[in-house]
């Protein structure tokens, strides 16, 4: 491989990382974390039963 050939690729790989590190940060996590309770999954399971067509409106 060419020098030229190498310096595109590290500069590539190192403008890659600087965006994935960037989006790293400004990673949030909800607050408060999200609730799977009972009124969860009823509802997954009501939309479950409609995307199979078993729900009439």
Do not use: I, S
Request: charge should be positive; hydrophobic fraction near 25%; proline fraction near 7%.
């Amino acid at each position: 491989m060419t020098d030229a050939k190498r310096e595109k690729r590290d500069e590539l790989r190192r403008k890659l990382r600087a965006y994935v590190e960037e989006k790293r940060k400004r990673h949030v996590q909800p607050d408060p974390p999200p609730r799977y309770d009972e009124v969860y999954f009823e509802g997954t399971a009501w939309l479950d039963r409609m995307a199979r067509g078993e729900v009439e409106d």
